[in-house]
């Protein structure tokens, strides 16, 4: 094994999460790929691709762990999975060793994806997730880069698809142009009639990094996406949903994970409480506190300082963010400084540290308050990373 330490323990975590990668190769250039203008050293990078020794070894020192999401990570920036030169070896290995849930989703491009390797990953259950983006070639191309061929190679992958019988989504980013050129909803109509599962429009995300030629064309909004997902519904009856912030389903799973919290800490209700939210549910979070009537209790939200941008959702905020938040709350007044802090478990991987691979207890040490609650049950965390998936 020749990865370095920090490099082998950020796949190990990813592995530990249920999501596998196998380096941040690629054959597409999107123009608006995040790894392009994310803060430098959020994610570790590793410049080639995992051999298949040490796919093994992370396995092993990993326990093994179910693997939910393949081509994808957390602590890791991930290029095109297919791009391995042994990815039916890895997949059967994974297999083998019983670390594949029931319908695990592989993420690809599409451009190098071929008719035998379909055949191969249907035998196996996998739900493949193909960001198609636009079903015409040449404004394929301006997004994605590569070539023509390979491009439509992507786009030809759909009618194989549903010639054997793949279970699959489709990915698309919507660009300010596309929606106004018509050809977003081209891409919809190109997949009318088909067998997809679900086309995921993806609310598009950009840094305080990102150059503003691009944040112009990734600028729409939530209610112009929905208004859009509503049309196509009507229009072309396919099946397509927004993966945005959707309030009453945010709502939903707020109450449940308060419960839940409350219920098996009951010791909580006493202690004057600050709960530390994101920017996607402050306009929520204040309803469901009410809903519940819990008592003590203060909310701070609490902004993305490290990406910047856009981003608003907690599963981007680090360490850093909620100790700069907390400090700000503590400055207004000193007297209302909480005995306990809850935060949005989704801010933090399986073994309770953040993007950066930075410890929740970190905060209890530079704040000396008791971060109380972050510990959630499987299925509520697995039930929002399906709904965010969805």
Known sequence: MNLPK???????????????????????DCFFCSQKWNPPDVTKDLRRLLTMDEIKDLAEKSGQNKITFIGSGIHTNNGEFLLHPQVPEILEFFKTKNMLTNWPFLFSNGMSL???????????????????????????KKMMGSNDSKNK?????VELFDKYGLNYCIDIVPLRSNLDNGDLENSIKFLKGTKVKVIGILRPGYTKLTPEPIVKELSITDKELFEFASLMRERYKV???????????????????LEYIFNTNKDLITKRKLFLCSESVKDVFPLVLEKLKIPNSEIKVVKSRVFGGNVSSAGLLLVEDYIYAIDEFLKEEEKRRPECLILPDVSFD??????????????????????????VPAELKYALLLFLRN
Do not use: H, P
């Open 153 to 157: 190679n992507a786009i030809d992958c």
């Open 114 to 140: 071929s008719e035998e390797l379909i055949k191969f990953i249907k035998k196996l259950n996998i739900v493949i997730v193909l960001s198609l983006n636009s079903a015409n070639v040449t404004n394929r």
């Open 6 to 28: 920090d490099i082998f323990e950020a796949y190990k975590s990813d592995f530990q999460n249920g999501q596998f990668g196998v380096g941040n190769l690629c054959d597409a």
């Open 239 to 257: 099946n397509i949903s927004v993966v945005t912030f959707a309030q009453t389903e945010i709502q939903n799973y707020l109450l449940r994970l």
């Open 350 to 375: 399986i073994n309770k540290e953040d993007i950066r691979m930075v410890s929740y207890k970190e905060i209890e040490n530079r704040c000396g308050i008791e971060v109380c609650a972050i510990t």
